[in-house]
């Protein structure tokens, strides 16, 4: 239990982070809706920004939901428990990646499954 609350540290702090990050980026997004942009270079340019901004802003949510899934895990004391093979989650793959759902073997089976 002691080890999940170092956990729930590190998504916590993780979750931070990403709502600052998805503001911003938010406030980004809004402003480039009000530019008054003159030139089709600047509107190249500005467009690209902007799907940039809205693709690293989708990955930045799929991943707060990520870290939101692993904090009701630790309260549902299932926490590190791989979903596929229901395995324990190395220690080690949590310290780098603490809302993984799954253990590096099945993980790999899915990104296999993928291509």
């Known amino acids: ?23 911003s980026l938010k406030n980004e997004l809004k402003g480039v809706n009000s530019c008054d942009i003159k030139e089709d270079g600047d509107f190249a340019a500005c467009s690209t920004n902007s799907e940039n901004n809205y693709q690293i802003y989708k ?6 939901k990520e870290i939101e899934e692993a904090l009701l895990a630790i309260e549902k004391e299932t926490y590190g428990i791989c979903q596929m093979c229901e395995e324990p989650i190395d220690p080690e793959r949590l310290k780098i990646k603490p809302f993984a759902k799954y253990c590096i073997d099945c993980r790999e089976l899915i990104e296999k499954e993928n291509k």
């Open 1 to 23: 239990m002691a080890q999940n609350s170092e956990y729930k540290e590190l998504l916590l702090n993780r979750k931070k982070e990403i709502e600052k990050i998805i503001n």
């Open 59 to 64: 990955k930045q949510l799929q991943e707060l």
